[in-house]
């Protein structure tokens, strides 16, 4: 069970670093180390495929949401090549959290993410699109 445990969580803290990857080349490093080569991305608002289109819905946010960052809420739980966590997107400036959701993932067999289904939970008004 400890093993699993550590899978999903390093996957999902990969999947964090991804998110809050500052520049284009650290972007570009940190997507392959958590995406398989034709991974996938889901939520309301977009569908992507691979690492170019990851990266660019990535620096789409970060475009739209200058000064916050990617946080995890609670754990994570998982069970078999599935995981599930929730997040939030939080102003570096004053600690506001204007979007949250949750997420579950699926990896392959090296643990890197498969798919990401992602659900909004709390979105502003104007921010989808």
């Known amino acids: ?3 699993n445990t550590d899978r999903y969580e390093n ?5 964090f670093e991804a998110w809050n990857a500052g520049d284009p080349e650290a972007l570009a490093k940190t997507v392959a ?22 990266a660019g819905l990535i620096a789409g ?6 000064g916050f ?17 929730a997040w939030e997107l939080v102003s570096e400036a004053d600690g506001s959290a204007p979007v949250a959701g949750f997420d579950v993932i699926t990896l392959d067999g090296d ?10 939970d709390r979105v502003p008004a104007g921010a989808t699109g």
């Open 61 to 66: 946010a970060h475009a739209q949401f200058p």
């Open 11 to 15: 996957a999902v803290a990969r999947y």
């Open 33 to 54: 180390a958590a995406w398989s080569v034709e991974g996938t991305y889901t939520d309301p608002l977009a569908a992507v495929t691979g690492h170019t289109e990851i």
């Open 111 to 120: 643990g890197r993410i498969r798919s990401v289904l992602g659900f909004l």
């Open 1 to 3: 069970m400890s093993e």
């Open 69 to 85: 960052v990617f946080r995890p809420l609670g754990t994570v739980d998982g069970h078999h090549d599935t995981a599930r966590f």
